[in-house]
């Protein structure tokens, strides 16, 4: 998913319950939150510390650096149809942005696109996985049943990921990049395993 920077969204209220604190594998607590317009720079300082593999495997080729325009509409959602759920470490006045998953709409009304990126040194502490579900389950909570990513088709964690958690309906790789169009199971994400 490549921002494309537009009109800014009226944004509707802010879903505080959607916040709320998640624990690393490894102990370590860090909040989980939507997105805010003020989290602008924060998006750029983020983007400025990924390596360049996940800098590519998130916005499917090489972006060195997250221009104003692109920060700003990243973080103007309307918490509807366009809705981003923020990681964040230290102070309350000044957090430090250590991950974000969004989805954004697409020519479906029922259908929305998924991404999402975790700094490199938070990877591999269940961070992904945790996002993941609850941007998922807050997607259908306002209405949104099914989902489409494209994603590389070599990034084996984030392909598992969604295999695992969810119902993929379609599934179709062209020029290296893999497109899924999936849905959640009836009770919602799950820690079930393939084939269960």
């Known amino acids: 998913m490549s921002p494309t920077p537009k009109a800014a969204t009226e944004a509707g209220p802010y879903p505080a319950d959607l916040a709320r604190e998640v624990t690393c594998r490894d102990g370590v607590r860090v909040r989980m939150r939507p997105i805010r317009p003020e989290d602008a720079p924060r998006l750029q300082a983020l983007h400025a510390r990924l390596s360049r593999t996940t800098i590519y495997q998130r916005f499917l080729g090489a972006t060195p650096r997250l221009p104003t325009p692109w920060a700003r509409f990243l973080a103007e959602v309307d918490y509807r149809g366009r809705l981003a759920l923020v990681l964040e470490r230290g102070l309350d006045a000044d957090p430090e942005l250590i991950g974000v998953g969004r989805y954004e709409p697409t020519a479906e009304p029922d259908t929305a696109e998924v991404a999402f990126v975790i700094e490199d040194r938070w990877q591999g502490k269940g961070l ?25 088709a070599d990034n084996r964690r984030m392909l598992d990921l969604i295999t695992r958690f969810t119902c993929v309906d379609s599934r179709e790789t062209r020029d290296a990049i893999t497109s899924l169009i999936f849905s959640l199971p009836p009770a919602g994400p799950t820690t079930r395993t393939k084939g269960a």
Not at 128 to 138: R, V
């Open 128 to 152: 992904g996985t945790m996002l993941f579900t609850a941007l998922l389950t807050a997607a259908r909570d306002r209405g949104i049943h099914r989902f489409r990513a494209d994603v590389l």
